[in-house]
């Protein structure tokens, strides 16, 4: 299963409930201290399908987590100043801007990939 989780819940734990086989409702807990990663699988012990011809015990549960992060227009100055207090790392009034030459990273596309699987930018032919 997927669960989608904010930004704050994959940091600071969460709480949620799934319904089990039968109805019965599970409540699922982040242990404290323990983050959650973007694409991150975990498990639920114990709690699955009954192993086939076996009047005992279960398989897991597998739940892969969607951590949902702010969307720019969330991202205040206030926001970002608190951030950068509250995180280690490169303030953001370090960054650079385009002034200084850097190359800024851009969100893939499509067209951006190669499509010839051996490389190079013309089909391969051959000799």
Known sequence: MT????????LLGFNFEI????????????????????????????KGLPFYEQKAGRGN?????????PLPSQITPEFEANIDKLLPG????????????????????????NSNPRGGSKPYQED
């Open 61 to 69: 549960i597998f739940v892969t987590f969607e951590v949902e992060y």
């Open 19 to 46: 319904s089990g086989l039968a109805g019965e409702k599970i409540m699922i807990s982040s242990k404290k201290g323990q983050f959650v990663s973007n694409g991150e699988t975990m498990t639920i012990k114990a």
């Open 90 to 113: 490169l303030k953001s009034s370090t960054l650079a801007d385009s002034k200084t030459g850097v190359v800024f990273l851009e969100k893939t596309k499509s067209t951006d990939k």
């Open 3 to 10: 669960k989608k989780i904010s930004l704050k819940d994959a």
